[in-house]
């Protein structure tokens, strides 16, 4: 596959250079290679917006909306849960 370079967009990077290069923040990613449609795996993505609040990354890819399908919106670091577990009646 080859990649063109678009202003505002990352080369093409895997999800552990991803989270290296964005450490506890939320991202949004364009143009994923997905390793199959079952589960989150992807080979490369390009990273088109970063922030510590979760909007910030898709503010950033606005632009993007129109040229793309598919925006991904990941958060790079732990998963946090509820200190108490959730309960629904």
Same mark, same amino acid.
């Given at each position: $596959?080859?990649?063109?370079? #678009?202003?505002?967009?990352?080369?093409? $990077?895997?999800?552990?250079?991803?989270?290296?290069?964005?450490?506890?923040?939320?991202?949004?990613?364009?143009?994923?290679?997905?390793?199959?449609?079952?589960?989150?795996?992807?080979?490369?993505? /390009?990273?088109?917006?970063?922030?510590? /609040?979760?909007?910030?990354? $898709?503010?950033?890819?606005?632009?993007?909306?129109?040229?793309?399908? #598919?925006?991904?919106?990941?958060?790079?670091? /732990?998963? /946090?849960?509820?200190?108490?577990?959730?309960?629904?009646?």
């Amino acid at each position: $596959m080859v990649y063109m370079s #678009e202003p505002g967009l990352s080369e093409p $990077m895997t999800w552990s250079e991803i989270c290296a290069t964005y450490p506890d923040e939320w991202v949004a990613l364009v143009e994923i290679d997905w390793v199959n449609d079952r589960d989150f795996a992807f080979s490369r993505a /390009r990273v088109a917006g970063h922030g510590k /609040r979760r909007r910030e990354p $898709m503010l950033q890819a606005e632009l993007l909306w129109s040229r793309y399908e #598919e925006i991904g919106h990941y958060f790079t670091g /732990r998963a /946090r849960a509820p200190l108490s577990p959730l309960i629904f009646l």
